[in-house]
């Protein structure tokens, strides 16, 4: 089992940033490749970023091409998610997610990932 403990949220003005971060459990974490997604009020979870378990592919949301950039050091169990140039809409929670998923090109969905963080909240305002 790998657990995911998201951390970094918070309020932001508009423009501004902030680094998420997710600490994994488990001494397989280099084993996974690892996704953000995010969830607004009275919406469906949706697709962020993701990285490839190796971390060499990265491949983002056309939504946060270009102000957000996901990364991972998998010698601190560890995956990041810097979000530059924020916007009002960019307002949700958070969740980072693991798959083991293989050979099945770039993972987007909800059900390619089968282990999910707690969430954290990221507030922008306007």
Same mark, same amino acid.
């Given at each position: 089992? %790998?657990? %995911?403990? &998201? #951390? ?5 003005q508009a423009g501004g940033s902030l680094r998420l971060s997710c600490a994994a459990s488990g001494r397989t974490f280099s084993s996974y490749t690892m996704g953000?997604? *995010?969830? +607004?009020?009275?919406? &469906? *979870? &949706?697709?962020?970023?993701?990285? /490839?378990? *190796?971390?060499? #592919?990265?491949? @983002?949301? =056309? !939504?946060? $091409?270009?102000?957000?950039?996901? #990364? *991972? =050091?998998? +010698? $601190?169990?560890?995956? @990041? %998610?810097?979000?530059? !140039?924020?916007?009002? &809409? =960019?307002?949700?929670? @958070? @969740?980072? +997610? +693991? ?7 770039? %993972?987007?969905?909800? /059900? =390619? ?11 922008? !305002?306007?």
């Open positions: 089992q %790998l657990q %995911l403990v &998201e #951390s970094g949220g918070g309020l932001v953000w997604f *995010r969830q +607004a009020p009275g919406k &469906e *979870r &949706e697709f962020v970023a993701v990285i /490839s378990w *190796r971390g060499g #592919s990265t491949y @983002y949301a =056309d !939504s946060v $091409k270009g102000r957000f950039t996901i #990364s *991972r =050091d998998n +010698a $601190k169990n560890t995956v @990041y %998610l810097q979000m530059n !140039s924020l916007k009002f &809409e =960019d307002t949700a929670v @958070y @969740y980072c +997610a +693991a798959s083991l998923i293989r050979g099945r090109g770039i %993972l987007t969905g909800t /059900s =390619d990932f089968g282990f999910w963080g707690q969430g954290t909240q990221v507030t922008v !305002s306007s």
